[in-house]
Nanobody
Framework: VQLQASGGGLVQPGGSLRLSCEAS????????VGWFRQAPGKEREWVGC????????YYAKSVKGRFTISRDTAKNTVYLQMGSLEPEDTAVYYC?????????????????WGQGTQVTVSS
């Protein structure tokens, strides 16, 4: 059971980036999937999640309206589309998934965590 997060990079303020969270060993459409981020010197924080089976999405206040989470069942992948990026969004972004949960809204032990992908917002 593994998650692979990818898609990070360097982007200018106001730009967009799409992160991917691909699973192997289990079906992401039968799991809650959450996105988190950790900036240097700060604790890991919850960014948003997509619920198990029915695809409701929830977001932290800091990203609501700018970030969108979606699921591609055929590719067994969940995406984090990020727009209107700000320097404050600079962080390592992680995904986590768990078949036993309906939502993922806090940092804790889950069935699987991805390894993280760096997002840097800078001019």
């Amino acid at each position: 059971v593994q998650l692979q997060a990818s898609g990070g990079g360097l982007v200018q303020p106001g730009g967009s980036l799409r992160l991917s969270c691909e699973a192997s060993g289990f079906r992401l459409d039968d799991a809650a999937v959450g996105w988190f981020r950790q900036a240097p010197g700060k604790e890991r924080e919850w960014v948003g999640c997509i619920t198990k089976s029915d695809d409701y999405t929830y977001y932290a206040k800091s990203v609501k309206g700018r970030f969108t989470i979606s699921r591609d069942t055929a590719k067994n992948t969940v995406y984090l589309q990020m727009g209107s990026l700000e320097p404050e969004d600079t962080a390592v972004y992680y995904c986590a998934a768990d078949e036993s949960y309906y939502t993922i809204v806090e940092v804790k032990e889950y069935q699987s965590w991805g390894q993280g992908t760096q997002v840097t917002v800078s001019s």
